[in-house]
Nanobody, 124 residues
Framework: QVQLQESGPGLVKPSQTLSLTCTVSGGSITTRYIHWSWIRQPPGKGLEWIGH???????YYSPSLKSRTSISRDTSKNQFTLQLSSVTPEDTAVYYC????????????????WGQGTQVTVSS
């Protein structure tokens, strides 16, 4: 029912800003007690949570990425976006957007719907 689709450039130069958009269908990004997250997976490594935006538009970021990360949304388009500035080759990864159910919605935190992921390579 709920579908998420990442979109944006697949190649970004070092020092520039990585920008991705997640388009959500089958559910509203303003639904209470649901957050919308960005996660990434570098090659050969595990998943890393980047941050999320809440039903009210509040944002939360991984401490390691907070200084470079900005998540925003466009409720009229049912989209939310990721901007990661000052990128380096270490930011190369598959980037996912995902829906997150909070304990106030269900019984626990749950990343129940994911986009298919999009490869972003940082290279000059």
């Amino acid at each position: 029912q709920v579908q998420l689709q990442e979109s944006g450039p697949g190649l970004v130069k070092p020092s520039q800003t990585l920008s991705l958009t997640c388009t959500v269908s089958g559910g509203s990004i303003t639904t209470r007690y649901i957050h919308w997250s960005w996660i990434r997976q570098p090659p050969g490594k595990g998943l890393e949570w980047i941050g999320h935006i809440s039903d009210s538009g509040s944002t939360y970021y991984s401490p390691s990425l907070k200084s470079r990360t900005s998540i925003s949304r466009d409720t009229s388009k049912n989209q939310f976006t990721l901007q990661l500035s000052s990128v380096t080759p270490e930011d190369t990864a598959v980037y996912y957007c995902a829906r997150v159910l909070t304990p106030w919605y269900g019984n626990s935190w749950s990343f129940d719907y994911w986009g298919q992921g999009t490869q972003v390579t940082v290279s000059s």
